[in-house]
């Protein structure tokens, strides 16, 4: 059974950073690929970016040049840096892997929630201004 665990969502001055983590557990390849997603009250959820398995990334244009994706594959742990934070970049923050067959790598935008098998539980991060 795969599962995610995100952690380190929190609350954070405009212009501030959070770094938040992904740990799965139960897969039984070290390299696969990551989605993180966000959803704030009464939206729908968004690709925010993307950890393709050979270390490539793909961000959503709202998040270029503030967030960073990265991995630990000897920890099975993926992690989002979120710098200069934003009012609008509060959101529920979820994190999603393994990548279904059905969905395209062309491109370079983050994959669709409809393109991961499993996803973690959410983390809260909320930006004040």
């Known amino acids: 059974q795969v599962q995610l665990v995100e952690s380190g969502g929190g609350s954070v001055q405009s212009g501030g950073s959070l770094r938040l983590s992904c740990t799965t557990s139960?897969?039984?390849?070290?390299?696969?690929?990551v989605g993180w997603f966000r959803q704030a009250p009464g939206t729908e959820r968004e690709a925010v970016a993307a950890n393709d398995r050979d270390g490539s990334t793909r961000y959503a244009d709202s998040v270029k040049g503030r967030f960073t994706i990265s991995k630990d594959n000897a920890k099975n742990t993926h992690y989002l840096q979120m710098n200069n934070l934003k009012p609008e970049d509060t959101a529920m923050y979820y994190c999603a892997a393994i990548l279904r067959p059905t969905c395209s790598r062309a491109g370079d935008k983050p994959y669709g929630e409809r393109c991961f098998w499993y996803w973690g539980q959410g983390t809260q991060v909320t930006v004040s201004s």
């Open positions: 139960g897969y039984p390849y070290s390299t696969y690929t």
